[in-house]
């Protein structure tokens, strides 16, 4: 038998063209860029390393200008540098020069896989060794192109039923939503085979990802992602009783569709040669009409049904919550445990309009200069209602504020992010039972929703008149047979018991069913911890009580001096209100419970219509109740300065047509009371979160009142989230059930008896 005892022939790698310019360097340009080697030596050696010379034919044609041991040094620094290839013919071949061995693999060949750091020979030898199967969903239309223009690309194929004799599986569809897809997932999933998505079809075709059994995400974690960012189609789909969500129909011309087809085969190609690049887990979107093209993240959610373990979930909500000391670094939000840097470093991956959890993160251009308020994604609790998504001017999206445009990006990336987590995914832990038979650990839903008897008696007509945010339930049936989540109290260190649907957005509901328990974002925070989370939970819930207690009873309240606080960014923010004609105030809303509450207000000046736009705020540190009330009224002033859509909403239209500060006497500051400086506020500052939560605990056992917490952290994301909630606190909607809102102005002092129900604000806090 001959052996092949030829050494190997050396050359630059196909994709470098050299060039060399005397008494200066000999400069190897590529696709990817120019490098610089310096040296005369190497400028003799260069027009030498054509890949038609072994190291014997080097050392024979430098004789006299480098020593063999030089010369070998030399080619071992430029293979290093991964400039130098060996350009060996294949074994049996060692007779044929450089020249003929370049017919077989040609130079463009050769230099494209190289530009992929792949041996050219090897890769092209892949690529025409394997073979793709060629799948479609939906129909056989477009089959015949693909397979033309998969053989152009020298990618051979066999037939859809040949499922042993294959590398890769392409799936071309309609839809990446399609029933269908599943089957495929699991076939593949089965026999350990990868496969290729693609939507050569319409505008924006998508190509990928790659789907490897065992490595990374599988179909079903995007489709979760995706069926998030298509809530709508889903909608549509539901209410039109078809199987998926509703899809756009086909949009393309021959050259966009072939160009999509060509792509595809070149994905491919590039994949059976060898070919790995963390994108190719991505869906590759391409907008056909501008020529741009963007990646999207595929990854593998580690609750996922069928790559994962669906248990994750359930099992972090049967255990206990357990704090952990949490030392506070100082940002512009609030007392937290991470920076505001580091929380957008963390989680900013997660914002992405195909399979992000966050569709959007951009600031509100109809915001003044100035000013700051950022918008991040729909709400998931309007999910299900309809043309009524389109119309709530205020809570359409999650928005974040701030003093900074850095703390507004993070909050409504947080708040995004909040409701997403608190949005019912199937995963959650529940118990089936009868409240009348699951003892006292069970919550009575009215205990924390807090409906009057006359409000169910007239919730038809109330609920037809007004926002899904001031739905009245159904009188709760304490026979009827519903699910129940556990959540902690940290006050009994146990867990209760309370309604699914209380606890999760969007919690599936039968038809004509009657509806007991309905969940809103009161008491929803993410944080940099949990501790921050349920810090930040519990402050709302105290705020939202203390704004229930002023707003229905329109109770006149101090005013409250924000330059007492002696912060530079108030001076800023009165301007900015300033240059577009509009004046503005604090109240001091602050309840029995003694944690800082406030409430900026502004109106328009000089003309008829007031425009009144409001913000609440609370902190254990009065500076930053007065910072978050004062930022959270810029999130609102954008909607009073684009009527044209958000007068579609007929609550907030009302509120800015008819209302004005004469009318709505409570609006205006307490006259007879004095002004509330920064030093009239009792502040104890602590370093530790577990301090405050710990502190909350107690002061609500003063107060009778228990801590429930609900852990809604989900494994995909790993940002702490929790539903707070303590039976009792008033919410701002409009829920008069007997107790603190009858009550507790009373003893502040605030009424000299309690308010009529027929006397309460007939005007919902709409916000």
């Not at 994108?279 to 049904?305: A, F, I, K, N, Y």
């Not at 900074?404 to 118990?431: I, M, N, P």
């Amino acid at each position: 038998m001959e052996l092949n005892t030829a050494l190997p022939l050396l050359g630059f790698r196909k994709h470098l063209r050299p060039a060399v310019v005397p008494g200066d360097a000999t400069y190897l340009v590529s696709e990817q860029g120019v490098t610089a080697v310096e040296g005369t030596e190497v400028a003799t050696l260069a027009p030498l390393l054509d890949g038609s010379r072994d190291m014997a034919a080097l050392a024979r044609e430098t004789r006299g200008v480098l020593s063999p041991g030089r010369l070998g040094r030399i080619l071992g620094q430029l293979s290093k540098a991964n400039l130098l290839t060996d350009f060996s013919p294949p074994s049996g071949s060692a007779a044929r020069g450089g020249a003929e061995r370049g017919r077989g693999t040609p130079d463009a060949t050769a230099a494209f896989w190289e530009s992929a750091g792949l041996d050219g020979v090897r890769a092209d030898a892949d690529l025409s060794a394997g073979r793709v199967r060629l799948l479609s969903v939906g129909g056989s239309e477009g089959v015949d192109a693909a397979r033309e223009a998969f053989r152009a690309a020298g990618v051979g194929l066999v037939e859809p039923e040949e499922c042993t004799a294959h590398t890769l599986t392409v799936v071309l569809c309609e839809d990446y939503l399609s029933p269908a897809l599943a089957d495929i997932d699991a076939a593949q999933r089965r026999t350990g085979r990868p496969w290729l998505l693609a939507k050569p079809y319409g505008v924006e075709p998508w190509l990928g990802p790659f789907f490897q059994p065992g490595e990374g995400a599988c179909w079903h974690c995007l489709e979760h992602r995706l069926r998030h960012n298509r809530s709508a189609h889903s909608y549509l789909g539901r209410a039109l009783g078809l199987a998926a969500p509703i899809s756009p129909p086909r949009a393309h011309i021959p050259a966009s569709h072939a160009c999509a087809l060509h792509l595809l085969a070149l994905q491919a190609a590039a994949w059976l040669g060898g070919f790995r690049d963390r994108r190719q887990s991505s869906v590759w979107t391409l907008d056909s009409l501008r020529g741009e093209g963007r990646h999207h993240p595929v990854e593998r959610r580690p609750q996922c049904p069928a790559c994962g373990d669906p248990a994750l979930f359930a099992a972090r909500t049967r255990q206990p919550v357990v704090l952990t000391s949490r030392p506070k670094v100082a940002t512009g939000g609030g007392h937290r445990s991470r920076s505001s840097s580091e929380m957008l470093q963390r989680y900013e991956h997660l914002v992405g309009d195909v399979t992000g959890v966050v569709r959007l993160l951009r600031r509100d251009p109809r915001c003044p200069a100035g000013l700051n308020a950022y918008v991040s994604g729909s709400n998931p609790a309007l999910r299900g209602n309809g043309v009524h998504t389109l119309r709530s001017a205020l809570r359409s999206h999650s928005a974040g504020k701030g003093v900074t445009e850095l703390d507004a990006r993070v909050g409504a990336l947080c708040e995004a992010l909040e409701r997403y987590s608190g949005t019912f995914q199937g995963d959650e832990e529940r118990v089936p039972g009868r409240y009348a038979e699951l003892g006292e650990a069970a919550v009575h839903p009215n205990a924390c929703q807090l409906y009057d008897e006359r409000q169910f008696a007239r919730r038809r007509e109330w609920n037809a008149f007004h926002s899904p945010f001031q739905f009245v339930c159904d009188p709760f049936d304490e026979t009827a047979v519903i699910d129940w989540t556990p959540v902690w109290s940290l006050t009994e260190r146990r867990h209760r018991l309370l309604p699914t649907s209380m606890l999760y957005f969007a919690t599936p509901h039968q038809a004509g069913a009657p509806v007991f328990a309905r969940a809103d974002s009161n008491g929803n925070a993410a944080g940099s911890s949990l501790e921050d989370a349920i810090l930040q939970g519990f402050l709302e819930l105290v705020e939202r009580d203390a704004v229930a207690l002023w707003w229905y009873n329109r109770t006149r309240q101090p005013q409250v001096d924000p330059e007492s606080f002696g912060e530079e960014w108030i001076a800023r923010m009165r301007s900015s209100y300033a240059a577009i004609g509009r004046e503005l105030w604090v109240l001091d809303l602050t309840s029995d419970l003694g944690i800082p509450v406030m409430c900026a207000l502004s109106r328009r000046t000089g003309g008829a219509r007031e425009d009144i736009v409001f913000g609440f705020g609370c902190h254990l540190d009065p500076a930053l109740a007065l910072r978050r009330a004062m930022t959270e009224m810029t999130q609102m002033l954008p909607a009073v300065l684009d009527t044209r859509h958000s007068f579609e909403d007929p609550v907030f239209r009302d509120w800015c047509t008819r209302h004005t500060v004469s009318d709505q006497f409570y609006l205006a500051p307490d006259a007879d009371a004095p002004l509330r400086r920064a030093v009239d506020f009792a502040y104890t500052p602590r370093t530790d979160l577990r301090t405050d939560v710990a502190d909350a605990v107690e002061l609500l056992r003063r107060h009778g009142m228990e801590l429930l917490v609900l852990d809604q952290t989900r494994p995909d994301l790993d940002i702490p989230v929790v539903k707070v909630l303590v039976p009792g606190l008033r919410h701002f909607w409009a829920r008069f059930a007997p107790g603190r809102l009858y009550d507790v102005p009373v003893r502040l002092g605030r009424r000299a008896e309690p308010v009529d129900y027929d006397g309460l604000n007939p005007v919902p806090v709409f916000v």
